[in-house]
């Protein structure tokens, strides 16, 4: 059995989360799962990089460093498991992005967390690098994941949309039967704002179980300054990141108002998820169903509101699916590493906007 081994970072920038999977009768089996936290002082270097305040010794430092900690994440899941690292066909890692920025003239998506140290530790072929392709060809380079989505979860039978509720949220939209093309984009923010405001008010890296945000209310006049952020109009193919939805942000809309406490700015801040959500799920049909994935699924806030503003649209979890929704990303970069060494396409142009498909990442041989 030829065993592959999926790595990914998101934007909340918390831990490396690792799965080891197999690809049979073309089916998935999940073997082990393993999440590595950073270390705090590795992490807040990390943010600081997303603000562009690090010079090319700290980037390139960065690289490394955040490369090591891959590696490591991998080789404690591989131990865990108790198989040789021979039995891995390949490790898929997305790496740790710190500036995604895919229009202008010169677009790119600079995600660190150099897979040379992932190839010369473990002793496996990786692969990663996975977006600088599908934008060469004139796309967005994300979302990715919903070529997975629609290998893993689409339906003959069902319009199904995934929820991705991390640090962005993004959604893949699975019209039954594949009579329709995929339609995949981020909506906005997720979990970064809430993050990035829990943790400027309370020093606490995330609003465990939305607490905060249960003790506050909506303030009206904030959210419909934020929903006139021209991205949530725009139409897809977009994706955005952390250097557009970011504490600065918060704090340029904030100016607007005064002494709006600080819990009634986080509920405004995980109401502005849910209707950027809201506002730009497709309305093909009302027997869809939505299943979320991602760290957002913890915040039962979060799902309860999700849950309210649908209506009669039934809303799940991946798990529902068969997958555990704090590991489909992983998983998905598993399967990308299984695309890119069969040569075979990556990406969904319909998706990314890219001008045809195309074998995504850079190979590292073992």
Not at 19 to 31: K, P
Not at 238 to 253: A, D, L, P, Q
Request: charged content about 15%.
């Amino acid at each position: 059995m030829d065993y592959w081994l999926g790595l990914m970072s998101g934007t909340s920038m918390d831990a490396v989360d690792a799965a080891l999977v197999s690809f049979e009768n073309s089916g998935l089996a999940i073997h082990k799962t393993h999440s590595l936290p950073y270390p705090d002082p590795l992490r807040q270097r990390l943010l600081l990089a997303t603000q562009n305040q690090a010079d090319p010794d700290e980037l390139g430092e960065l690289d490394s460093l955040v490369g090591q900690h891959f590696a490591a994440t991998a080789a404690e899941l591989i131990d865990n498991a108790g198989i040789s690292r021979s039995q891995i066909r390949a490790v898929g890692s997305h790496g740790q992005t710190i500036r995604h920025q895919p229009a202008g003239k010169a677009p790119f998506s600079t995600q660190i967390g150099n897979a040379a140290w992932i190839s010369e530790q473990l002793g496996v072929t990786t692969v990663s690098d996975f977006r600088s392709r599908d934008i060469a060809a004139g796309g967005q380079g994300a979302p990715l994941v919903p070529a997975f989505h629609q290998w893993l979860f689409a339906s003959p039978e069902q319009d199904r949309c995934i929820l991705n509720l991390g640090g962005i949220a993004n959604i893949t939209w699975l019209p039954a039967g594949a009579r329709k093309p995929v339609i995949g984009f981020d909506t906005g923010p997720a979990n970064a704002l809430l993050d990035a405001w829990c943790l400027d008010q309370t020093g606490r890296h995330y609003d465990d179980n939305g607490h905060m945000a249960s003790e506050g209310t909506v303030h009206s006049g904030l959210l419909a300054s934020m929903l006139s952020d021209a991205y949530f109009g725009k139409a897809a193919p977009k994706s955005t990141g952390k250097e557009r939805f970011n504490i600065e942000w918060v704090r340029t809309h904030l100016q607007r108002f005064e002494g709006i406490p600080a819990e009634d700015v986080q509920r405004t801040l995980l109401q502005l998820t849910v209707t950027t959500i809201l506002q730009q799920l497709p309305q093909e049909t009302a027997d869809m169903g939505v299943y979320a994935c991602g760290g957002g699924t913890s915040n039962t806030v979060l799902m309860r509101e999700l849950k309210m503003g649908l209506g009669s649209v039934t809303l799940n979890t991946t798990d529902a699916l068969g997958l555990d929704p704090q590991w489909v990303e992983p998983v998905a970069f598993a399967w990308l590493a299984r695309q890119t060494l069969s040569h075979l396409p990556g990406n969904l142009p319909e998706v990314t906007g890219a001008s045809g498909e195309r074998v995504l990442g850079a190979i590292f041989p073992a």
